[in-house]
């Protein structure tokens, strides 16, 4: 009913930049938070920014500074710049929305989406 997508990802050398972009799509009355999140091997899931319906913005302290997060609330795509890149950031990168869905007969419910990821890779 609802799908979630990534891209974007890459790979660059350490200082570099990359953009990821994730759209959401399907049976979407609204969208509340969407966030992205990395994962490391070895490594738990962690959250590295998230942005509101209101669009206040949070980020992980290790990327305060380097990373922006950004929505675009028509198109239900979120974005991360990404700057400063270290070799620290390589993970698969995974964007996560918190739908409020609404079904065929106007029912609405609330459930939590991932994407399937996308694989950053910063170079040294």
């Known amino acids: 009913q609802v799908q979630v997508s990534e891209s974007g990802g890459g790979l660059v050398q350490a200082g570099g930049s990359l953009r990821l972009s994730c759209a959401a799509s399907?049976?979407?009355?609204?969208?509340?938070?969407m966030s992205w999140h990395r994962q490391s091997p070895g490594k738990e899931r962690e959250l590295v920014a998230s942005i509101s319906s209101g669009g206040i913005t949070n980020y992980d302290g290790s990327v305060k500074g380097r990373f922006t997060i950004s929505r675009d609330y028509v198109a239900n795509t979120v974005y991360l710049q990404m700057g400063s890149l270290e070799p620290e950031d390589t993970a698969v990168y995974y964007c996560?929305?918190?739908?409020?869905?609404?079904?065929?007969?106007?029912?609405?419910?609330?459930?939590?989406?991932w994407g399937q990821g996308t694989q950053v890779t910063v170079s040294s």
């Open positions: 996560h929305a918190e739908v409020r869905v609404k079904t065929s007969g106007w029912r609405l419910y609330d459930n939590d989406y």
């Open positions: 399907g049976n979407i009355f609204r969208i509340n938070t």
